[in-house]
């Protein structure tokens, strides 16, 4: 039940009051005289006290709830009963607040962030919903379990949801507003009866910049058909302006060459900037901050230019410390401010540089000659000289049979190739699995007898990839070549510019044949059939690569083409410095890759923090990451076992503004509805208009709307009707008119 007028329920609870204010008042003590009768009157006084304060009591009882009677009448009390809230006709509505507090609203403009101006407009919409109306608040920044219910069922206590508006902080989570929509839509899990078909608003405040919506939230067609009457989809303007500013891309190390300095690495990062923000040519200064190194880098920029990269050289100190094993935590900023503070500092965990060890994992005297082959070499010779063409280089290379292999040979390793894959085991293939999970790069070539095996299920299944590797090679009579534009990929990216060259005087005579589904790996090589003929995929922190020729010229041309050194150069190196870089993890991650095949648990600090968080072996963690910055995993006995990067993805931040048509059509496309976007006056009158209040215009938006129910005006009205008889009644029986001579009588 509610009040038309409350203010004159108030004021009549206070005038209440007077009746008790006028007792006591008349109960003041006169001076007593003294006379004759006075020992009479006092005996009939005593006779009769118990029963007059009784009376006096309830003569003032009925006097109070006369005046809060007529007070609360001319108040005017509405019953809205269970039906009558949830039936559409009664005009109340569930307005569900969907705030993106996603690191996009960090960005800044026209002086105040994006969230401060979706505050404001959902507290704005709350103070223009009538009595009777709920709310409810939805968070649009998602970790990876989605959105969060912030204020859940819709309540009636409004200043319960406007607090929670108040107390909402931008976070660097993504903002996952379709996702946040869906969730605003469902309806609440106790809903019963007439409450479950209230009709329902869903109030998107946002700034709709593009990291708001994501991939997740590309604009599609609207649904076909008419929306549903029972939601209505409103959002507030998206914001037209493009700030100044430049963000992080990527910041990735770069593969340390045979002739690159011992203890130095080179640290690549691109940037790219807003169009607003193209213009002139200069030069933006980047720092890189190790700990135990620092540098610093500039950027140049050209007139117009949108992406730019540069290279930052770490020196590193020798000797390292102990936690060279596990790595070392690296941050690189932007100097100075621009529209979006949450893009301008990237981290990164990588090893120092050092000598590459790598195990080649062939039979124990199988080094002689072969069909074909020249200065009777086997594959083990050609991969050897390839990863170790002159005797100073960085590359250390050890042998081991198949037999002997497990996760004590490869421990101190970074690379582990296969020549001899038949022969491995189910415990060896499992530790060659666990390796590259670790962060190891693991090549396998196809063993050089042409008989059929199974040489790559086992390692194919180790690393999850749904890949077909035939069981025995195809001859190619006459020879096939390689296509004359290979495709770009990461591991080979050093090598696009001469990698057509290199390519073409290779003619391969006997492979096997690869299929791979679409976005499950990269191709490194392609044949002119478009057929490929080495592959790669991450599997963990590491990754595998697949190669459908053995290293033997009785397969092809290759080892003794200018091709196989800058190949294998090229796949090892850059594969290890991708897998030292490679433990980062996402804000809103719930898991983290585990260190090591033996991780029995631990917990994980923000290298800044002293609280930790429970992970277990399997790497899952209790709460998801929040914030970026670097952190470790602790074993069960408090030493550090892995570093990890915690940091957003470059697209989350995104400062691009979206159109009004833009977010109409993502809005239809994530809850079928009736869509308005605009101002928030003129989404208040949609509310309203929609509800069927008696508000129409925008002027008249702005005052609340007026309460709706049954009057109960009249039941009040006869209730102080009865009270006002009863109060006569008693009054005149409580003076006891006519009772004096009856007591005379008495006495006498």
């Not at 869903?202 to 029972?230: L, T």
């Not at 189910?426 to 790069?441: E, H, P, Q, T, Y």
């Not at 006997?510 to 995929?537: F, N």
Request: proline residues 7%.
């Amino acid at each position: 039940m509610t009040f038309a007028a409350p203010g004159l329920l108030m004021a009549g609870a206070m005038a209440a009051a007077l009746p008790i204010i006028i007792h006591l008042l008349f109960r003041r003590r006169r001076r007593p005289v003294p006379w004759a009768a006075m020992a009479i009157l006092r005996e009939a006084i005593r006779r009769t006290e118990r029963r007059r304060r009784i009376e006096r009591w309830l003569l003032l009882a009925l006097r109070c709830l006369l005046v809060a009677c007529v007070a609360a009448a001319v108040a005017e009390p509405l019953w809205r009963s269970d039906s009558a809230s949830g039936s559409m006709s009664a005009g109340s509505v569930d307005a569900v607040i969907v705030l993106d507090d996603g690191v996009a609203q960090q960005c800044e403009s026209e002086g105040a962030t994006g969230l401060s101006r979706a505050q404001s407009s959902a507290l704005s919409i709350i103070d223009g919903l009538g009595a009777g109306d709920r709310a409810a608040l939805v968070l649009a920044g998602s970790a990876e379990s989605g959105p969060r219910r912030a204020v859940w069922p819709p309540t009636a206590d409004l200043e319960r949801v406007r607090d929670a508006v108040r107390s909402a902080t931008a976070t660097h989570l993504p903002s996952r507003i379709p996702d946040a929509m869906r969730i605003a839509a469902a309806p609440e899990a106790d809903a019963r009866g007439g409450d479950a078909r209230r009709r329902r608003v869903i109030v998107v405040c946002s700034d709709h910049r593009e990291g708001s919506w994501g991939s997740d939230g590309r604009a599609g067609p609207a649904p076909a058909g008419d929306a549903p009457p029972e939601i209505l989809a409103v959002a507030t303007e998206p914001s037209e302006d493009d700030p100044q500013n430049v963000a992080f891309m990527s910041v990735a190390p770069m593969p340390r060459g045979p002739s690159t300095p011992d203890g130095t690495q080179s640290i690549r990062a691109t940037l790219s900037r807003s169009a607003s923000a193209a213009t002139g040519a200069r030069t933006q200064d980047i720092s890189v901050e190790a700990g135990i190194a620092a540098s610093r880098a500039a950027v140049p920029w050209a007139e117009g230019q949108r992406e730019s990269s540069a290279d930052a050289m770490l020196q590193w100190p020798a000797p390292l410390d102990a936690d060279a094993g596990v790595g070392h935590a690296l941050t690189v900023s932007l100097e100075g401010r621009d529209a979006q503070p949450a893009d301008n500092v990237r981290h990164l965990v990588m090893d120092a540089g050092g000598t590459l060890r790598v195990v080649v994992i062939d039979q124990s005297g199988d080094s002689g000659a072969s069909d074909g082959a020249i200065e009777g070499d086997r594959g083990v010779r050609w991969i050897s000289r390839a990863l170790r063409p002159v005797d100073d280089a960085d590359v250390s290379v050890e042998t081991v049979d198949p037999s002997s292999l497990g996760a004590r040979t490869l421990r101190e390793a970074d690379a582990a190739v296969a020549l001899r894959p038949d022969l491995l085991d189910a415990a060896s293939s499992k530790a060659l699995g666990d390796f590259a999970r670790a962060g190891g790069v693991v090549v396998v070539f196809p063993p050089p007898a042409r008989m059929a095996s199974s040489w790559a299920d086992r390692m194919l299944a180790e690393g999850g990839l749904a890949w077909t590797v035939s069981r025995e090679p195809r001859e190619e009579p006459g020879g096939a070549g390689l296509a004359s534009e290979q495709p770009r990929s990461t591991l080979l990216s050093q090598l696009a510019p001469e990698l057509r060259d290199l390519a073409s005087p290779v003619v391969i005579t006997r492979r096997h044949t690869i299929e791979m589904p679409p976005s499950s790996g990269e191709t490194l090589l392609a044949m002119r059939d478009g057929s490929v003929l080495a592959a790669s995929a991450p599997v963990g922190r590491g990754m595998i690569v697949i190669v459908a020729v053995a290293p033997e010229v009785s397969w092809s041309s290759m080892p003794v083409k200018p091709i196989m050194v800058p190949l294998m150069q090229e796949v090892i190196r850059q594969g290890a410095a991708i897998a030292s870089s490679a433990r980062r993890v996402r804000t809103g991650s719930i898991r983290v890759e585990p260190p090591s095949a033996t991780f029995g648990g631990g917990q994980l600090r923000m290298l800044d923090s002293p609280l930790g968080i429970p992970v277990s072996p399997d790497g899952s963690l209790s709460e998801p990451l929040l914030r970026p910055g670097c952190a470790e995993i602790a074993d069960a006995s408090g030493r550090r076992v892995a570093l990890y990067a915690v940091d957003i993805e470059p697209e989350w931040a995104s400062c691009t503004p979206t159109g009004r048509t833009s977010v109409e059509q993502r809005m239809a496309a994530a809850v079928p509805a009736r869509v308005t976007v605009g101002p928030v006056s003129e989404l208040r009158a949609a509310i309203a208009a929609w509800r069927g209040d008696r508000v129409g215009s925008s002027s008249d938006a702005d005052e609340p709307a007026a309460p709706q129910g049954i009057s109960l005006a009249w039941i009040a009205f006869a209730v102080a009707m009865a009270l006002a008889l009863a109060e006569m009644a008693m009054g005149r029986a409580a003076s006891h008119v006519g009772a004096t001579s009856a007591s005379a009588r008495r006495v006498s």
